[in-house]
């Protein structure tokens, strides 16, 4: 047996570590590193184009295995979790029941087992017989816990993870969050794998945690308690004293798999980045044969991928040639002491005129409690690697968690923010612009600019002050210069920029349409192309019926469309079925049936013949649609009563257009 014991404990045995020793690493401290200043909120944006970047040290997030990292933890489980009678704690009493039912069939196996193999060396084949018989008979109960803990840990992770992802989508899906996080804030790069990704991996390593935790903590209080009564205390606490040593050691080395963990997950999320942009803009790297500098800009990615999986992998060497040498082979020794000690003192009161049969016997049990105990401590040291990988986990979920508040609150960051500057002339002197500042109020049929700035999430004005007012039944035709402030007017408009200052007044936001020049299509039949962002449902409680589509249909020139594709049931990829032209006319059919006070056309008929497009600018005056129009067509003039000029200097110019200008754009 000796010899097979030792081949065991030098398996076993492996990197130790027990959850007491992580309790000494949450007394150590971070170092304080620099980094770019981030701004705290909207409010520190700077109000002028003429400024210089700042840099300020501040406290760097870090992934350990520290008191910061069990408060995230806490943060995320509170999610998880959302009460005390939740089906998550029922699945979760169940693990543990389960948990501790196998605990207890393998200390029954250990003792029944023994008795078989004492019987088999006694030659005495009735109680061979009947510890056989027992065996067979627990197979079915043995089998049916096993496979009940497999069955509750996997519907943890399945709840765990549906709870998370319906949360954080909550967040994300919440007014124009998604667009914020995009295009306002640049904390998060990679939102999409941090939703899907990194979500199933922090909840598939919290479950398992759970598991590799709670059950080598059971096993060994249990094994101390058996080992105690048959070879004494000591032997259990030499062990445990050399494992909380060993653990403190080993646990302080693994201190950087937590941030080289979430430096995986960023270059990962890169390398898939790269990659998705290419699918996006496949066909203007193939007008402009970009496709060796793609290649060169994913190989980038990848190599960068590949270096630090390489340092992945040479630390993991590192650290398992110290775990052999530490808790391995030194295991081994601690191993042969705690086993043989009790046996080689003869006045050890336990086998005091015991028979050597009785020793025998006793020597197989402990061998295989030791076994047993040494297997739990085995889940504990690859619960303590999974934890510092939890940690990386960790940071990234809390860090989109922090992200997706403090946008839904109206707070976004940016770096490499500039400051204005201190010897200012009188045209700065006036209050800076703050956003948020500016005072939006819901009215119908009319939009209203009140000394409202025109300002980019970055701090660059491009109008200090814009007055002009748009009742319904005014079409406005906006031109100027690209960057001179078009766009920008539009996403202030439509409430996705703050405000600066000034009075907005205008219609409730679900009473604005949007009309880009590339429309957007949906996945789904052609009838969801439609009704975007309706659904049928939306669409038979407005009472509106496939025949009034048809009618929209028409009034764009596409009733081919219908009977070309097979009807409104039809799905196709529409992105690729329909040509530039038809997309556009698509999109002015959805804003027929959504029929808003204003719509918004931003070169949205760049693709649509002239005397198509003057037909639809036609029908959008009869249902009473107030258009705000971006085009640089001449044609377009007659069709609109005002035009808002900007020369891309910070000034505008907002007249009507009278017979002349008509003529001239003609």
């Given at each position: ?131 056989l018989l027992n065996f067979l008979y627990a197979m079915p109960a043995i089998s049916l ?299 119908d049929h009319v939009i209203e600019f009140k000394q409202v700035p025109l300002v980019t ?210």
């Open positions: 047996m000796a010899p097979v014991l030792s081949k065991v404990l030098s398996s076993k045995l492996s990197a130790t570590v027990v959850t007491g020793a992580f309790l000494v690493h949450l007394l150590r401290s971070n170092r304080k590193k620099t980094q770019i200043r981030r701004v705290e909120s909207v409010a520190d944006l700077p109000a002028s184009i003429d400024e210089k970047p700042i840099v300020k040290k501040v406290k760097k997030d870090r992934a350990a295995v520290d008191i910061v990292f069990f408060k995230r933890l806490v943060r995320v489980l509170k999610v998880l979790v959302p009460g005390w009678f939740s089906a998550e704690v029922g699945y979760l009493a169940l693990v543990a029941l389960a948990l501790m039912a196998r605990t207890y069939c393998d200390v029954w196996m250990i003792q029944n087992g023994t008795a078989i193999e004492s019987s088999i060396i006694g030659r005495d084949i009735n109680l061979f017989k009947k510890y816990i096993n496979n009940l803990l497999k069955f509750g840990l996997n519907e943890v992770k399945l709840r765990f993870r549906t709870r998370l992802t319906s949360h954080l989508y909550e967040q994300y899906l919440k007014g124009f969050t998604y667009y914020k996080m995009s295009n306002l804030d640049n904390r998060i790069a990679n939102a999409d794998q941090l939703l899907t990704q990194d979500v199933e991996r922090f909840c598939n390593s919290v479950a398992d945690l759970y598991s590799n935790l709670s059950k080598p903590v059971l096993d060994i209080l249990i094994y101390i308690r058996e080992l105690a009564a048959s070879i004494g205390a000591q032997g259990p606490a030499y062990m445990i004293g050399y494992l909380l040593f060993s653990g403190l050691v080993l646990t302080r080395l693994r201190r950087p798999v937590g941030r080289m963990t979430v430096e995986e997950q960023r270059y990962e999320g890169e390398f898939r980045y790269v990659n998705s942009r290419l699918i996006t803009n496949s066909e203007e790297v193939a007008f402009y044969q970009g496709n060796k500098r793609e290649q060169r800009n994913i190989y980038h990615a990848f190599n960068k991928l590949v270096d630090h999986l390489r340092n992945f992998i040479f630390f993991r060497f590192s650290m398992g040639f110290v775990d052999n040498i530490i808790a391995k082979y030194f295991a081994t020794v601690v191993g042969y002491l705690v086993v043989s000690r009790p046996f080689m003192n003869l006045n050890h009161a336990p086998f005091k005129g015991q028979s050597h049969s009785f020793m025998m016997q006793t020597y197989y049990k402990a061998g295989y409690m030791i076994l047993r105990m040494s297997q739990a401590i085995g889940r504990i040291v690859l619960a303590g690697r999974e934890m510092a990988r939890l940690a990386g986990f960790t940071q990234r979920v809390t860090e989109l968690m922090t992200v997706l508040n403090e946008l839904n609150m109206g707070r976004y960051e940016r770096t490499m923010v500039r400051e204005a500057k201190a010897d200012s002339d009188s045209e700065d002197d006036r209050e800076p612009l703050v956003p948020g500042s500016g005072k939006l109020i819901h009215r999430p970055n701090g660059d004005v491009l109008v200090r002050e814009m007055t002009f007012e748009v009742k319904s039944g005014v079409n406005v035709l906006v031109c100027g210069p690209n960057g001179c402030g078009k766009s920008s007017l539009f996403r202030i408009l439509g409430e996705l920029w703050p405000l600066f200052g000034g009075t907005l007044i205008k219609p409730d936001a679900k009473k604005l349409f949007y009309v880009p020049q590339r429309p957007y299509m949906t996945l789904g039949t052609l009838r969801d192309q439609i009704i975007y962002p309706d659904c049928k449902e939306d669409m038979i409680r407005k009472g509106i019926s496939d025949k009034d589509l048809e009618h929209s249909m028409a009034q764009v020139q596409l009733s081919n469309i219908l009977e070309r594709e097979g009807g409104w049931d039809a799905v196709q990829d529409w992105m690729d079925v329909l040509s530039g032209g038809e997309k556009q006319r698509v999109a002015m059919a959805r804003l027929f049936y959504h029929k808003p006070q204003f719509a918004i056309l931003d070169e949205c008929t760049s693709a649509v013949s002239v005397d198509v497009e003057g037909f639809i600018y036609s029908h959008a005056r009869e249902v009473g649609i107030t258009l705000f129009t971006v085009s640089h067509r001449k044609s377009l003039w007659k069709h609109h009563e005002y035009y808002l000029m900007f020369d891309g200097r910070g000034a505008y110019e907002y007249k009507p257009i009278d017979k002349e200008t008509v003529e001239f754009g003609s």
